[in-house]
């Protein structure tokens, strides 16, 4: 199998008509980071839109579950790609061409009437976000010299730290005083102020040399985590016996062989697979999928459980859910220190168990649950999640070769959205189905009138995230009934979500005992070949 080489990023030499701002190390991580913050941004503040974007386009659970795996998918498959691209034709070029796509399909998606259209522009913002990641730490590398470079990246992951942790309240304010398409168009004047300063300040940068891009590797890789997470997601709807749901699956293992043998006699494979030789590297991909498995799950289907069973405004949602996102604020450099210290085994291990107790606490939350009954996981979350996210750089590209540390960066983002959109997509069929099983007892219990099938299936439906409702004109006493059954079916169907990620997060802080400490590297662009 061919190795993938080490590829320099090489800045062009000076020109003498070149203003004295292009190039400048500071205003590059200003203007990179302005790109970066409008994805981060994004990326927490539609969580706490979810619940109005169902209710006014009537859509399913499974749809909304796209809003956020459809986003997360196209990120995951691109990333790599999007490397070797920045690679070929410039780091710059292709940030620049990352940010207006992200700023105008985030007004097509405010612009959107359907689900379906809304979806459709979610994936391609996802491709356009993943533009912007691996340009964005590559013009930063070419930007400052080494002895600054941690300084600066330090100061790039408070930037994406602060605005994960303003997205709730951003979206509060946004989806409560203006409307959910506001928490899409806030970006368009972001994007145009990040298109101005970047064409002004970055300098271009590519790769010394150039390489191709192994599409069928790509083609193979997406249609098989496509039909890998349509059969999850379609499931409760289909039946998990269904030939549909079968033949997805099936398209996947398939799919999935088809690009491990292409991998092994592709000239440039899109991921080698010698990488994952090392135990250390695959292991922390893997640590890297579960991490984001909890992460993401727990956001999405929170914003139900507070807007849907609390009854809270988006801003009070996106209250509750803040000090999850800040406490990563200080959770992360604390976790640094730590493992600096004691190493990445023993830290990673530790934080992976404060998870699973955190996911513990939050399975059981109830109807009438208090701040401090979601505060307090919340923040064991912040520190327990912090030491697998700070730790996965030395995991994973301290342990890959120095040849194809570039690609184990790549492999890292990469694994981190996988997990995201697997959490959303595995934990959403298991609070459907657990909803589908004990809403039909919950319903008799409150004596209701028996419903036909076709309506208790949409009755199903609503409780898969916590909406109830009834006809108009039905009285007070009986919407109350319905209420309090969609409510205890979701709460149930929650707790053993929940449940799940508690068993998901000890798993992790079993294999994070198998890891070791990498060579001390400043890492590498992102790229292939």
């Known amino acids: ?19 004295s701002r292009q190039g400048h190390p500071w205003l590059t991580l200003l203007a990179v980071s302005l790109g970066v913050m409008m994805v981060m941004l994004d990326g927490t503040v539609v969580a706490i839109a979810n619940p109005v974007i169902g209710k006014e386009l009537n859509a399913s659970l499974a ?6 795996s459809g986003y997360l998918l196209a990120l995951a498959v691109f990333l790599i790609t999007a490397g070797k691209l920045g690679d070929l034709f410039g780091h710059k070029r292709i940030f620049v061409i990352g940010i207006a796509g992200f700023a105008l399909t985030s007004l097509a ?9 809304l979806i459709a522009f979610r994936v391609l913002q996802g491709l356009f976000g993943a533009l912007l990641q691996p340009a964005a730490l590559a013009l930063l590398r070419a930007a400052f010299p080494a002895e600054k470079l ?19 309240i951003v979206g509060g304010l946004l989806v409560e005083h203006v409307n959910w398409q506001s928490v899409f168009f806030i970006n368009v004047p972001v994007g145009i102020v ?30 098989a985590m496509f039909c890998m997470v349509w059969a999850i997601i379609k499931a409760p709807e289909y039946g ?19 690009f491990v043998y292409w991998q092994t006699k592709a000239a440039e494979p899109l991921i080698p697979l010698s990488l994952f030789g090392n135990a250390s590297v695959a292991i922390g991909t893997v640590l890297m999928v579960l991490v984001a498995f909890s992460m993401f799950g727990a956001m999405f ?13 988006p801003l009070d949602s996106g209250m509750r859910m803040l000090p999850m996102s800040a406490g990563m604020i200080v959770a992360s450099p604390l976790a640094g220190l730590a493992i600096g210290k004691l190493g990445p085994k023993i830290t990673i291990s530790a934080g992976m168990l404060i998870t699973a107790v955190a996911m513990f606490l939050l399975s059981r939350l109830g109807m009438d649950a208090g701040y401090l009954d979601s505060a307090i996981p919340f923040v064991l979350l912040a520190f327990g999640l912090s030491p697998v996210m700070v730790g996965a750089t030395e995991i994973i590209v301290g342990n890959a070769p120095e040849e194809l540390s570039g690609v184990a960066g790549g492999v890292q983002q990469s694994a981190m959205q996988v997990g995201g959109s697997m959490g ?15 809403l039909p007892g919950y319903w008799a219990a409150a004596k209701l009138p028996e419903l036909p099938a076709e309506q208790l299936e949409l009755v199903k439906q609503g409780a898969s995230y916590a909406q109830a409702g009834a006809a108009p004109g039905t009285p007070e006493p009986i919407v109350q009934a319905i209420t309090g059954v969609v409510h205890s079916s979701f709460l149930d169907g929650m707790h053993l979500g929940f449940t799940v990620s508690t068993g998901v997060a000890i798993l992790a802080a079993l294999l994070a005992l198998f890891v070791r400490a990498g060579r001390k590297s400043e890492g590498a662009v992102i790229h292939m070949g």
């Open 301 to 313: 289907f929170l914003t139900f459980y507070f807007q849907g069973v609390h009854g809270l405004s």
């Open 109 to 117: 998606i405010g612009l959107s009437d359907s689900i379906a259209w």
């Open 1 to 19: 199998m061919a190795q993938a080489k080490t590829v320099a990023t090489a800045p062009p030499p000076p020109d003498p008509g070149r203003s």
């Open 150 to 168: 941690n300084m600066a990246i330090g100061v790039w992951g408070a930037v994406i730290g602060l605005s994960s942790a303003a997205g709730p």
């Open 194 to 223: 990040a298109l101005a300063v970047g064409f002004l300040v970055i300098r271009e940068s590519k790769a010394a040399s150039l390489s191709r891009i192994d599409w069928l590797g790509v083609v193979l890789l997406s249609g």
């Open 240 to 258: 998990w016996g269904d030939t549909r749901t079968l033949g997805f699956l099936a398209g996947a293992v398939v799919l999935g062989a088809a």
């Open 424 to 438: 959303t997509a595995v934990l959403g069929a298991i609070v459907a189905a657990k909803v589908a099983d004990v």
């Open 63 to 68: 749809d909304l579950q796209w809003v956020t």
